[in-house]
């Protein structure tokens, strides 16, 4: 079955972000981050082969990680969306969209 991955790591970001913020435990939110990471990335294997995946894998774990310098700038909220935006759209552009 193909699921649409944009609003799988458009979700797992933004959700890990608020899991880990309303808990306080940040092991909970990086559960939530890597659960929808495997979830999309199985679909972008079947869809895009491995070359794909690596690089959509890039853009999300990288987006994870540049939105804890990025808030540090514009706020917390608006870095993760940041990065959830750019992950949505690099996963819509380079995998969705095919389908």
Do not use: C, N
């Not at 939110?29 to 199985?42: D, E, F, H, M």
């Not at 808030?71 to 690099?90: E, R």
């Amino acid at each position: 079955m193909k699921i649409p991955t944009a609003p799988v790591v458009a979700t797992g970001l933004l959700g890990g972000y608020l899991v880990a913020r309303e808990t306080e435990i940040r092991p909970l939110g990086g559960a939530v981050l890597a659960a929808a990471g495997v979830t999309a990335g199985r679909q972008w294997h079947r869809s895009v082969g491995p070359v794909g995946t690596a690089l959509l894998s890039a853009v999300y774990l990288g987006g994870f990680g540049a939105s804890h310098p990025l808030a540090k700038k514009i706020g917390a909220w608006p870095a993760v969306a940041a990065a959830a935006s750019l992950s949505a759209g690099a996963s819509w552009l380079i995998s969705d969209r095919r389908s």
